[in-house]
């Protein structure tokens, strides 16, 4: 899984700080609330819980996207995640 090898790439630079390390952080914890999400239907705090999480982990692509394209590129293709629709 791509997780491990991002792991020894951010555990490297030991800076749990990078936005990289951040939205990587945010991406399992959503992974982790969608999957409780499909068996708990009617858990509407996780709901709302789940909502911030996404928009943090937008603001923080947005910043990324805006300062280093190539690095936010990367960032997408590693977590296989879809890139946000810029307006």
Known sequence: ???NAFISVISEE???GAVEFQVFRFTNKIRRLTSHLEVHKKDY???RGLRK???K???LLAYLAKKNR???KELIG???IRE???R
């Open 70 to 72: 190539v690095r936010y």
């Open 14 to 16: 030991e800076n749990r």
């Open 78 to 80: 590693q977590l296989n």
């Open 45 to 47: 705090l996780s709901q």
């Open 57 to 59: 982990r937008q603001r």
């Open 53 to 55: 999480i996404l928009g």
């Open 84 to 86: 946000t629709k810029t």
């Open 1 to 3: 899984m791509v997780k």
